[in-house]
């Protein structure tokens, strides 16, 4: 077992995408060479990790180890819509670089995985993990999701520094739920702008909804995703706008307006901002 901290990490991402579970979705129990994240958006579903059950809602993360044994059942009477991240912790160019298949728990044998890891700092990284809340993580995944279905130049290196502001995200998480009381406060905002992302959101209004300075709430919310108010809120437009323009035959025009953007130049120079691309790249 090779033994490291989190600053010897070096993400390699071998698959990265949004995914729709129909209704009557099921696994039986396998396990994955690499290590696998799964982020749920929206739905429901029931998870099991060893011999452990979880019930996943909208902000649901699960991350394990090859090691783990697991299935996914959605229990939702529609489609449930998840992130999936295959992923090592350390890149090593002698490992295959495509997407794994699963192997069944019956054929499944030790030697499969493709790392056997443990952390010293946070020992949580190399064990079944569950968090709820992590709505947060959504813009990142977002553009995760958008490098690895249009990928670009440098693409690998992109998901490679997109994949370690996760980890570090859950690290924090992590080490804060061990030591702190989270604050539930921050947690709310987030929930706030992900649900009005079309309203009006300047600082100002989300400090009047709240009843706190506007400074108070920046300097959290900024404490927390690594982004100040007005950027949180701008990435998080941005990454239902791209979700709108992979999906959806709507204009442009549309989708600005839907995701809270009273200009069509300045969601352009946005979007443009944070992807590289305009977003007619993605509609074309």
């Given at each position: 077992?090779?033994?490291?901290?989190?600053?010897?990490?070096?993400?390699?991402?071998?698959f990265?995408?949004?995914?729709?579970?129909?209704?009557?979705?099921?696994?039986?129990?396998?396990h994955?060479?690499?290590?696998?994240?799964?982020y749920?958006?929206?739905?429901?579903?029931k998870?099991k990790?060893?011999?452990?059950?979880y019930?996943?809602?909208?902000?649901?993360?699960f991350?394990?180890?090859?090691?783990?044994?697991?299935?996914?059942?959605?229990?939702h009477?529609?489609?449930?819509k998840?992130?999936?991240i295959?992923?090592?912790y350390?890149t090593?160019d002698a490992r295959?670089?495509?997407?794994?298949?699963t192997?069944?728990?019956?054929?499944?044998?030790?030697?499969?995985?493709l790392?056997?890891?443990?952390f010293?700092?946070?020992?949580?990284?190399?064990?079944?993990?569950?968090?709820?809340?992590?709505?947060?993580?959504?813009?990142?995944f977002?553009?995760?999701?958008?490098?690895?279905?249009?990928p670009?130049?440098?693409?690998t290196?992109?998901l490679?520094?997109?994949?370690?502001q996760?980890?570090?995200?859950?690290?924090?998480?992590?080490?804060l739920?061990t030591?702190?009381?989270?604050?539930?406060f921050?947690?709310?905002?987030?929930?706030?702008?992900?649900?009005?992302?079309?309203?009006?959101?300047?600082n100002?209004?989300?400090?009047?909804?709240?009843?706190?300075?506007p400074n108070y709430?920046?300097?959290?919310v900024?404490k927390?995703?690594g982004?100040?108010?007005?950027?949180?809120?701008?990435?998080c437009?941005?990454?239902k706008?791209l979700?709108?323009?992979?999906?959806?035959?709507?204009?442009i025009?549309?989708?600005?307006?839907?995701?809270?953007?009273?200009?069509?130049?300045?969601?352009?120079?946005?979007?443009?901002?944070?992807?590289g691309?305009?977003?007619?790249?993605?509609?074309?």
């Open positions: 077992m090779q033994k490291i901290n989190l600053n010897d990490i070096n993400p390699y991402v071998r990265s995408k949004t995914m729709i579970l129909p209704y009557d979705f099921s696994t039986n129990d396998v994955a060479c690499d290590i696998r994240l799964v749920f958006y929206s739905g429901a579903a998870v990790m060893n011999e452990r059950t019930q996943a809602s909208r902000g649901s993360l991350l394990y180890p090859s090691s783990t044994k697991y299935s996914i059942i959605n229990t009477e529609g489609d449930t998840i992130m999936s295959n992923f090592d350390i090593d295959p670089a495509s997407p794994i298949p192997i069944s728990d019956k054929l499944w044998n030790p030697a499969d995985a790392e056997d890891i443990a010293e700092d946070i020992p949580q990284l190399g064990e079944p993990l569950h968090l709820d809340t992590m709505q947060s993580l959504e813009p990142i977002g553009e995760m999701t958008n490098e690895f279905v249009s670009k130049m440098h693409d290196i992109m490679r520094l997109l994949m370690h996760v980890l570090i995200y859950i690290a924090r998480r992590v080490t739920g030591g702190q009381k989270r604050s539930g921050v947690d709310q905002v987030i929930d706030y702008i992900q649900e009005n992302y079309a309203s009006d959101l300047s100002e209004s989300i400090g009047k909804y709240f009843n706190y300075h709430i920046n300097r959290v900024q927390r995703t982004q100040s108010l007005h950027q949180y809120v701008l990435s437009r941005v990454s706008a979700d709108m323009l992979q999906t959806t035959n709507l204009s025009t549309e989708v600005a307006e839907r995701v809270g953007f009273s200009s069509i130049k300045h969601f352009s120079q946005t979007f443009k901002s944070i992807y691309y305009s977003p007619i790249h993605f509609r074309d």
